[in-house]
């Protein structure tokens, strides 16, 4: 039996990075519950303080395939580098011929530094080509 689980991220500034994951992965904003036009409206309804409303965003996959991503504002910054991270493929896989796969990567990268990440290092193999990646608030990533 599989179960369902989401990515979450600590962040300083929830709003802004999950723009960026938004764009990076071609998520969605997670619509409010049913009955809510808003998620200022439901977290209104259910108490929580106006100044609170911005310490969270949740992304979803358009086509409810793929993990929820969630971000909450934690008071402390990134420290360390991380023990889990995401290898975002954007290469085509090992069906693709290598002359196409490695500019799709590099074009990823060249996007994704437009958007606030930042370039690490290319890792450039007989078999595979990645780049470690850092999103807007320096958590690690990798394209392949």
């Known amino acids: 039996m599989t179960v369902r689980f989401q990515v979450s991220f600590d962040a300083a500034d929830p709003a802004r990075l999950a723009a960026f994951w938004r764009e990076?992965?071609?998520?969605?904003?997670?619509?409010?519950?049913?009955?809510?036009?808003?998620?200022?409206?439901?977290?209104?309804?259910?108490?929580?303080?106006e100044d609170q409303w911005s310490n969270f965003a949740a992304l979803i996959d358009p086509e409810g395939v793929l993990p929820r991503l969630f971000?909450?504002?934690?008071?402390?910054p990134k420290t360390a580098k991380n023990?889990?991270?995401?290898?975002?493929?954007?290469?085509?896989?090992?069906?693709?011929?290598?002359?196409?796969?490695?500019?799709?990567?590099?074009?990823?990268?060249?996007?994704?530094?437009?958007?606030?990440?930042?370039?690490?290092?290319?890792?450039?193999?007989p078999d595979q080509y990645w780049v470690v990646m850092r999103d807007p608030e320096g958590n690690e990533f990798c394209l392949q």
């Open 24 to 49: 990076a992965l071609g998520y969605q904003p997670q619509p409010p519950p049913p009955g809510y036009d808003t998620w200022e409206a439901w977290a209104a309804e259910h108490g929580i303080p």
């Open 71 to 76: 971000f909450q504002r934690v008071p402390e």
């Open 83 to 125: 023990r889990v991270h995401l290898d975002v493929s954007v290469s085509g896989g090992h069906d693709v011929p290598r002359a196409e796969r490695n500019p799709r990567v590099d074009a990823a990268v060249e996007r994704l530094v437009t958007l606030g990440a930042t370039k690490v290092k290319a890792n450039d193999e």
